[in-house]
């Protein structure tokens, strides 16, 4: 392929660097980066002669101008509040626009929030607008990558999915609802070739694995030889007045809620991506629960997200 240059804002996140390490295995690349604080960034990347970094912040313009500037690709890693992620978002595509930057990989990373109205899943509503404001565009087109929820979130304390603690897994519904998941290093990889590919724009779907509560309980036990146990605690129906209910007695307290509204939305059926997870657009080898899990122990599971990039 022809020499491609891509930039990654925010390159010192986790996921960025997980995209960046793979961009990387192509020699035909170079890397533009922005960042707050490069610094913060391992030296196997701050000293690639095929990164160059820029320092400033999502409102910095001068900066964002010359971060986009001989980009042909922009990546947004953005993670942060709304702000950012819908202001903070359209100052840089104004800037990659003005620049004559191709594609934008917008920032999503996550479930279908394509179908999803304003305020249901609140927290993808930044995703919407960018969408949107993208969508409004002629000479720059939007790419969104989603790949359900990262599988490394799914273990951790705050999804209240898995108690690691008890081995108990606490779930709404049936238990048959399903999850569809990917890994941090299987959707930077996929990233990383959406990227590479210049004729891919709008949506692009990606899957390493979807299984219920009860498959991927089964698929723990077989692993570890641990007994799991299962903990219903009610219909959908009622998670979806509890989700509602804690939102209006206490609307500051965002973590008491905002796991359930993710539950709901990751499993009744809204949000699924609808797609062939066997017949990948893209010669990425899927990571399914079982790889992941025969890739972890046990006792590392709820702090998997937090591990993400340590050996990058």
């Not at 990654?8 to 660097?17: L, Q």
């Not at 603690?165 to 999850?179: I, K, L, N, Q, V």
């Amino acid at each position: 392929m022809a020499p491609l240059t891509v930039g990654v804002a925010g390159i010192t996140g986790k996921f960025a660097r997980n995209v960046v390490a793979n961009l990387l295995k192509n020699p035909t690349v170079s890397i533009r980066g922005l960042c707050r604080d490069p610094t913060k960034l391992p030296d196997s990347i701050r000293s690639s002669p095929r990164v160059h970094l820029t320092k400033g912040d999502s409102t910095d313009t001068n900066a964002l101008h010359s971060f986009a500037k001989t980009s042909d690709v922009v990546i947004c890693c953005y993670l942060g509040n709304d702000s950012l992620m819908t202001d903070g978002q359209k100052l840089l595509i104004d800037a990659c626009e003005k620049e004559g930057v191709r594609r934008y990989l917008a920032s999503d990373y996550s479930l279908d929030f394509t179908k999803l109205q304003y305020g249901q899943l609140f927290a993808k509503d930044p995703m919407k607008h960018v969408k949107e404001y993208l969508d409004t565009k002629t000479t720059i087109k939007g790419v969104h990558v989603l790949i359900g929820v990262f599988m490394e979130t799914f273990w951790s304390r705050f999804f209240g999915a898995w108690n690691p603690d008890s081995a108990t897994f606490s779930y709404w519904g049936t238990g048959d609802e399903t999850w569809e998941s990917t890994t941090y290093a299987n959707a930077s990889e996929y990233v990383a070739a959406v990227a590479l590919d210049e004729d891919a724009v709008g949506v692009q779907k990606f899957l390493g694995d979807k299984k219920s509560i009860r498959e991927i309980a089964a698929t723990l036990e077989t692993v570890y030889g641990k007994k799991v146990n299962l903990k219903n605690l009610g219909s959908m129906e009622d998670l979806h007045k509890t989700m509602l209910q804690k939102r209006e007695a206490d609307p500051r307290n965002y973590f008491s809620y905002l796991p359930l509204f993710y539950q709901y939305y990751c499993t009744n059926g809204q949000t699924y991506l609808d797609v062939d997870i066997d017949r990948p657009q893209y010669p990425v080898k899927r990571v399914t629960f079982e790889d992941f899990l025969r890739s972890h122990p046990i006792e590392e599971l709820s702090g998997a997200s937090q591990a993400v990039a340590s050996n990058i």
